[in-house]
T-cell receptor
Framework: SQQGEEDPQALSIQEGENATMNCSYK?????LQWYRQNSGRGLVHLIL?????REKHSGRLRVTLDTSKKSSSLLITASRAADTASYFC????????????FGGGTRVLVKP | EAQVTQNPRYLITVTGKKLTVTCSQNMNHEYMSWYRQDPGLGLRQIYYSMNVEVTDKGDVPEGYKVSRKEKRNFPLILESPSPNQTSLYFC?????????????FGPGTRLLVL
């Protein structure tokens, strides 16, 4: 089974609105990372949050981590049409180097 | 420019015909990994390598082989491809020390096995 599970699976919003997606995982982690993927392309790293951090910001992105609930959220503020993509959370449990375990992703559509 | 390259980008082959997908990175990363991506299943790790001559199985290694003779290259070998290996494949690399865990992904190789 997957370590990370994203919710919702798909999200459709208007440009300018905020988009929030959640990720739940099962085991203890060293860090949790969020990646973005445009259709059929490689993944691009967005942000990494360590297990001892609770919140992190990068531009219009805000990530939270609650290790007691084994969950994380990614918030994209003031969304743009160019934010249309799939977003994946990935957990690094540290068991084998930098092995990442990915969730199934959230497909985000930002309508202009 | 820091990058991970994969070749070929697209490949159509037939069952049983051996193929190799190459992966190369120019960031001097120790850690390299192969993933496959299938609809609804996210990315699943096939094999990974912690350094030269050090490789290990990921979550879905059956039907695949890898080698790591040089730091920059990590080819994925399908000795006898089958239709269930039709997928989108990604190579990734990263450092191993704290602060270098971000993985850099290649552009992907779309494989169709007939």
């Amino acid at each position: 089974s997957q370590q990370g599970e994203e919710d919702p699976q798909a999200l459709s919003i208007q440009e300018g609105e905020n988009a929030t997606m959640n990720c739940s995982y099962k085991t203890s982690i060293n860090n949790l990372q969020w990646y973005r993927q445009n259709s059929g392309r490689g993944l691009v790293h967005l942000i990494l949050i360590r297990s001892n951090e609770r919140e992190k910001h990068s531009g219009r992105l805000r990530v939270t981590l609650d290790t007691s609930k084994k969950s994380s959220s990614l918030l994209i503020t003031a969304s743009r049409a160019a934010d249309t993509a799939s977003y994946f959370c990935a957990t690094d449990a540290g068991a084998a180097g930098n092995k990442l375990t990915f969730g199934g992703g959230t497909r985000v559509l930002v309508k202009p | 420019e820091a990058q991970v390259t994969q070749n070929p980008r697209y490949l159509i082959t037939v069952t049983g015909k051996k193929l190799t997908v190459t992966c190369s990175q120019n960031m001097n990363h120790e850690y390299m990994s192969w993933y496959r991506q299938d609809p609804g299943l996210g990315l699943r790790q096939i094999y990974y390598s912690m350094n030269v001559e050090v490789t290990d199985k990921g979550d879905v290694p059956e039907g695949y082989k890898v080698s790591r003779k040089e730091k920059r290259n990590f080819p994925l070998i399908l000795e006898s491809p089958s239709p269930n290996q039709t997928s989108l494949y990604f190579c990734a690399s990263s450092g191993r020390t704290r602060g270098q865990e971000t993985q850099y992904f290649g552009p992907g190789t779309r494989l169709l096995v007939l």
